[in-house]
């Protein structure tokens, strides 16, 4: 008995929860582990098959496993994209992606306020590459536009940016992408494929840290890229049969059942987060546009939100001057955790100058947005009030 055939017209809480399911002889309902390097053939005219791409099945479990496969098809059917590679983090899936598409003589464009490992690849790694690599505003649409030159291959955009929540306009940059003949790459981590689609907007692929939301619980580093068939089994499949940034099998069923409540928890994460963010907005002490919430009419570019997203995420930031005082506010703090991860079930704190964004120049950092009074926080599954008096008297304990 198989599982049953996933339907193009089922939403996205029945897609993750039915879609690359595998059965295997014994009749198990959760999905199996298959921690085995490799696979064995029946034969040598089978082995032969297989290499030569002339059967499907698996070889090796740096570039086929049933639980990679499973977490694939989960994560294609979920971005609305044609096919999926996973990677060991996401790190591993955006390193790649460039190495794989790139070469000496391209150039790439990226918004600037990227996750910190992306700026620093693009400043460090892909100039020793040959590649050339341009860094702009993520919501100026001109800058994008005067930064194109004839060897662009690729824009390269995170929206809503970390730690800033800035967002760009995936629709206007896709169609700028392909005037252009080159090709847009989203990093989708902040808004989950259950927020946001940006490939039904026009981008040729999403790029995951499946660490964030998609686990959900903070166990496995995982990452994924989504889309075009052509872009991700041709030349991102064979980086990485090649260079091998696998996930493990293990990571991959941890991720694979993580999105099954995807849906459901990303709910959660939506509503307490715009719940404390209209509260903390009429906070005395946090009066003026002191909290940066996309959800927020205040924020610059509630419009685009509304408009390109369906929910407005798990993170928030509140702006509470120098670094002195963001530090009072987090050592108050009695639920929240500190750490640099984020889209946890907990609610985590985190002071992005002095840890994340710590390795950038200063001026990076003020033209990102990156100050330091600036607390990110990541809102977790908690019961709401809880939270919110928690973050009430933590502002007190900051004010003294
Ligand atoms: C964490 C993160 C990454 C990198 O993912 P890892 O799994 O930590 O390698 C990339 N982009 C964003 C937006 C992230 O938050």
Not at 104 to 111: F, Q, R
Request: net charge negative; hydrophobic share 40%; with cysteine.
């Amino acid at each position: 008995m198989s599982p049953k055939s996933p339907s193009d017209s089922w939403g996205p809480a029945t897609r993750a929860l039915h879609t690359g399911q595998r059965r295997s002889a014994e009749g198990e309902n959760s999905i199996a582990l298959y921690l085995t390097s490799s696979f064995a053939f029946e034969s040598p005219e089978q082995a032969r098959a297989r290499f030569a791409d002339e059967e499907p099945g698996n070889i090796y479990s740096r570039f086929t496993n049933p639980n990679l496969s499973a977490f694939e098809e989960r994560m294609a059917a979920l971005e609305g994209g044609e096919d999926a590679v996973s990677f060991a983090s996401g790190m591993a899936a955006i390193s790649s992606t460039f190495l794989a598409l790139l070469s000496a003589g391209d150039h790439i464009v990226l918004s600037r306020s990227v996750f910190g490992s992306i700026a620093n690849v693009a400043r460090d790694v892909l100039p020793r590459m040959g590649i050339e690599v341009d860094l702009v505003s993520l919501s100026d649409l001109e800058a994008w536009r005067a930064a194109i030159k004839p060897n662009t291959k690729m824009l390269f955009m995170e929206t809503p940016a970390n730690p800033t929540l800035e967002m760009g306009d995936i629709a206007a940059l896709a169609q700028l992408a392909h005037d252009n003949g080159a090709i847009l790459a989203v990093d989708n981590v902040f808004a989950t494929p259950v927020m946001q689609q940006p490939l039904a907007l026009g981008a040729d692929l999403t790029v995951h840290s499946a660490t964030k939301y998609l686990d959900g619980q903070g166990r496995v580093l995982g990452g994924a890229v989504v889309g075009r068939k052509d872009l991700v089994r041709g030349p991102i499949y064979s980086y990485l049969r090649n260079c091998g940034p696998t996930l493990s099998p293990f990571n991959a069923w941890v991720l694979h059942k993580g999105l099954e409540t995807l849906a459901l928890r990303m709910e959660r994460h939506n509503h307490s987060a715009l719940q404390i963010a209209q509260a903390l907005d009429c906070h005395a002490l946090l009066s003026g546009g002191k909290v940066r919430y996309p959800g927020l009419p205040s924020h610059a570019q509630h419009e685009l939100a509304k408009r390109q997203m369906q929910g407005f995420g798990g993170l928030l930031c509140l702006e509470l001057g120098d670094r002195e005082r963001a530090y009072r506010f987090l050592n108050a703090l009695t639920i929240a955790q500190i750490t640099a991860n984020l889209g946890d079930s907990r609610t985590l704190a985190t002071h992005p100058a002095t840890t994340t964004h710590a390795k950038w120049k200063e001026e990076a950092r003020q033209a990102a947005g990156i100050t330091q009074g600036l607390v990110r926080l990541s809102i977790g599954l908690e019961d709401v009030a809880d939270l919110q008096a928690d973050f009430e008297q933590a502002l007190e304990a900051m004010a003294g």
